[in-house]
């Protein structure tokens, strides 16, 4: 693939149009922001990731050369992400279920909630049968 640096003349066009699409945003701004993102990689993603991060939402040019969304998806980045994600995202052998290092397999009992829901039942069934002396009913202020 032919990969352009992002270039002064680069900068100067997409400065234009950015500022066209964004005129709540100063030139020094949009120009200085292009300055600090020439080397997140070559100039069409530059381009995308500057425009994706003149959003609306965004109240400054600051936020172009930081990380964030805008930048995620770019040519450069796309095959990486891709590749570590597929290693992260396999599906487990024994349950089916597709794990991280966060969320290890367990065997299907442990996964069960039914065993909450039985707890709970038998908790109430002990409280039900043998009541506590010590409640005195619901709290009111008079029974302070």
């Known amino acids: 693939m032919n990969e352009q640096k992002f270039t002064p003349e680069h900068a100067k066009h997409l400065t ?6 964004r005129p709540d945003w100063d030139l020094p701004g949009i120009n ?3 300055y600090r993102a020439k080397d997140r990689g070559d100039a069409v993603e530059v381009c995308v990731g500057a425009l994706r991060g003149s959003v609306p939402t965004n109240r400054t040019p600051g936020v172009i050369p930081l990380d964030g969304n805008h930048w995620r998806d770019t040519v450069a980045t796309h095959g990486a992400k891709r ?3 597929a290693d992260k995202a396999l599906h487990c052998e024994r349950c089916g279920i ?3 290092a966060l969320s290890p397999c367990s065997p299907p009992a442990e996964r069960s909630h039914g065993r909450g829901a039985a707890a709970a039942r038998a908790a109430l069934a002990e409280a039900l049968a ?3 002396a010590d409640y005195a ?3 009111t ?3 302070e």
């Open 16 to 21: 234009s149009l950015i500022e066209s699409l």
């Open 32 to 34: 200085d922001a292009l």
């Open 83 to 85: 590749s570590s994600a």
């Open 98 to 100: 597709v794990h991280t």
């Open 130 to 132: 043998n009541p506590a």
């Open 137 to 139: 009913g619901p709290y």
């Open 141 to 143: 202020e008079e029974t």
